[in-house]
């Protein structure tokens, strides 16, 4: 059949195309994404006095400078104590946000535990040379088994610990019972009045980084207002059932006047030490670990065993039986604990 005079012969080579004749535009496609971070050779080392809400108040130099978690750090905590990395905007100046894009090494880190039964720990604060353990004599009353529970904390994290007893002019006599209580042991223990001079205290934590710790309504925010004029810690009475309010929220750190820190703590009522095993416990007691030497291998150092050297060297009215009543409460708590997970 004849061609159509309308019909052009460059149609019959468009039906002889293949596929080498296509063009097809490629899709555009995202940059991959490398897994080669910024070394941030510039970022300059500050000191984290604060943490609130994702934001981290840093000292550097004389300035005070608020700042972010780079989003390299992932889920890398950063606490009260951290050497943190820092980069951007590092003026301080009000609106300014810089970034914190590394943490440095540790060391005295403070872990505890919401108690012995939830093995989930969360460490407290970090680079601390002190644990000063503040304890009231009355009101609310001294529990010796808290105060052996930071000392054992304190021990395992290789921190020196300090305890210290407010409102002893409203019951002297407890000082010396505490004195007595600890006297097989290598802790500095100083008791502070109201109206007296901190001098001793101010000594022991000079040029030292220092995390106060202890039960609500100890008078922890108390001292820090004395020691530090300014810092403004919120401070309450203590409630009619002889237990503290939680006025303090907040872990702060505020420098001293004549040198060091001072990390505030709010209080809590219990200190779980999931985290530590029997023989951190017994670094927190050293006259019973130089008599536990003589136990048998694999001695558990309950009296239920029937030879642990412990029961063997220390009767009801050694002054010692307080302290192994004290550490046997401890590795009990952590026994049970372990029987429930």
């Not at 490398?34 to 300059?44: D, G, L």
Request: one cysteine or more; charged letters at 30%; glycine letters at 8%.
């Amino acid at each position: 059949m004849p061609k159509p005079d309308w019909v052009d012969d460059a149609d019959d080579d468009e039906e002889e195309w293949d596929e080498d004749d296509v063009r097809v535009r490629p899709a555009r496609r995202s940059k991959p994404r490398t897994k080669i971070r910024p070394k941030h050779a510039n970022a300059v080392e500050g000191f984290v006095t604060a943490v609130d809400r994702g934001r981290y108040t840093c000292r550097i130099g004389d300035r005070t400078v608020t700042a972010m978690k780079a989003r390299e750090l992932g889920k890398q905590s950063i606490v009260v104590g951290d050497r943190a990395g820092l980069v951007g905007d590092r003026s301080g100046n009000p609106g300014t946000l810089a970034r914190i894009v590394r943490i440095a090494d540790r060391h005295g880190e403070l872990r505890r535990s919401a108690d012995d039964e939830n093995a989930t720990e969360r460490v407290v604060v970090a680079n601390v040379d002190q644990l000063v353990v503040v304890a009231s004599t009355v009101d609310p009353p001294l529990r010796y088994g808290f105060v052996d529970r930071c000392l054992v904390a304190a021990y395992d994290a290789g921190v020196a610990p300090i305890l210290c007893l407010t409102k002893n002019d409203l019951a002297p006599e407890t000082a010396d019972e505490v004195r007595a209580y600890y006297s097989q042991l290598d802790l500095t223990i100083v008791a502070t009045e109201p109206d007296a001079p901190l001098d001793g205290l101010i000594a022991l934590l000079r040029d030292k980084e220092n995390v106060f710790f202890g039960h609500s309504g100890v008078g922890k925010s108390t001292l820090v207002n004395r020691l530090v004029p300014g810092a403004g810690r919120a401070v309450s009475e203590v409630r009619s059932i002889g237990k503290g309010s939680h006025t303090s929220t907040s872990t702060v750190s505020f420098e001293l006047p004549g040198g060091g820190w001072v990390i505030d703590t709010p209080g809590v009522r219990s200190f779980g030490l999931a985290h530590v095993t029997a023989d951190s416990i017994l670094k927190a007691f050293p006259e019973l670990a130089e008599v536990a030497q003589e136990c048998p291998r694999g001695c558990t150092h309950t009296p239920e065993i029937g030879d642990c050297a412990l029961d063997a060297a220390i009767g009801p009215d050694d002054p010692r039986a307080g302290r192994l009543a004290s550490f046997r409460r401890v590795l009990a708590s952590l026994h049970e604990a372990d029987t429930k997970n």
